[in-house]
């Protein structure tokens, strides 16, 4: 099984190793890009916090996911995290902000449809409504903290090189709560479809029980600071000068909304501690985090009285919403069939 | 970690530091300009000295401030304002010191009749070039005040403009120079005392454009 297993795991840990170079370049891009924070601060940072968010609070939307469809058969998880890297990879292609999310649950529905198993239609719909809700969240969190923040700098005595070196402290901080929010959400994504079809034996740790499934998370961990520390340094260069001009402030107002919109949808004890109190409790999903990124930049342009908007982007989140799911989907189905039909695996029991 | 080692204090002292050079430069120059007028040569050379001091402490912390800037990696985005900014600013130290080492050289006898004009162009200019320290110390600190202060460099540019007009007309009119030589040579040096106030309205128009660019 070792071997099998491992070329198995390997779609998800590209998946992972993807999610490194790309989104965790969304969380430091503009800080490491106009060289307010070091390649290897940022890198450390990430990796660090990443695996965290990914081990001890990545169960939540893992089992969020896993309600629209659990894959049973480990050639099938691999054709599905396949399906939904390789979505992820050609639609970046065009340049489009594709959500690693969008893909992974298309590749299911693709699973869904191809093994006879039922898709649960108010799960899908709820899962699409974050992706609606995911950016729109990301700019309500961002035109509040960029309006304080402006205020604050406009309206007091703090010398430049004061904020210059708070922005610095700031970067790091949210950029670390940034990256625990992306692996506590996006771990799902990573390895969120192989958690019943390979299941690992838990193991004590230092005297500490780690169950299996925290096990796969922190090889998915692994995987995702593999991506950071191999390829994110062009595309942070990339998203710090080419894609967004954000200054350092409302860089640092990006990375937080986004990272808060992450943690909201993911963190198991807010989700328990609203529905004890029968208050609308957000659904533990993985949200994308490239388009809550967009999502902010877009509060902080509406906020400067809605110059500069870009409507192509908007556009692309809006096509990426349907394209995404649907390429990664029929991707899944055909390449199921070849798994099942060529290379005679067994794709769902 | 490079992050946390205090490179801003110092490069706060510095920026501090070389604002307080560029102001007392224009201060002195005012001085040495009073003496000279009043005939205390003694202490108008000893002025003469103290501002080429200046000028030289100040090319010291300059080339600091632009080490800092970069080789530190600090304000990055507004790093390109802030030494172009701190590199204008030095010409108003030079044009401090330049003036009066040519003062001290030629030593031009100035009439009776535009002493006194002479002296509010001098104070004009001064007041300009100290109103624009305070909207560079603004810049830095208090974005709100900018606009204000640099109005002030305008006002004072203006009323330095209105007064060299004034000498130069005085001169050219007046029966009491009877040399186009030393008509000439008034007025050079009305001109290089005005100077000190169109070099502060340069630098202070740009500085409401890196004002600007420093909203986020």
Redesign the interface.
Known sequence: MGLEALIFLSSGLFMGWSLGANDAANIFGTAVGTRMVRFRTAACVISIFVLLGAVFGGIGTTEGLGALGTVNALPGSFVVSFAAGFTVMWMTRFGLPVSTTQAIVGSIVGWNLYSGNPTDMSVLSRIALTWVAGPLLAALCAVPLYLIIRRVIEHTSIHLIWIDRYTRIALVVAGAFGAYSLGKNNIANVMGVFVSSFPVEGTYLFGIWIPGFQLLFLLGGIAIAAGVFTFSKRVMMTVGKELFELSPITAFIVILSTALVLFLFASQGLHDWLVQRGLPALPLVPVSQSQGCVGAVLGISLAKGGRNINIRLLRNIVVGWAATPAAAAVLSFILLFFMEHIFLQQVYY | ???FKNR?RE??NH?NGYLGYVAESALHMEEAMVDYLQGHMEEFERRCGVVADTERRADEVLRAVKYELYAF??????RAD?YRLMDDLDDVIDEAKDLLVELSIEQPEIPQCIIEDVLRLTQASSKAAQALVKAVRA??????SVEGEVDKVIFYEKEADRLEVSIKRCVFSSQEIPDLSRKMQLRFFTERIALLSDISEDIAKNLLIYTVK???
């Open positions: 970690m490079e992050l801003s490069l706060l920026i990696m600090l304000i990055p985005d507004t802030v810049f830095f600190s208090q974005m709100k420093r909203k986020i």
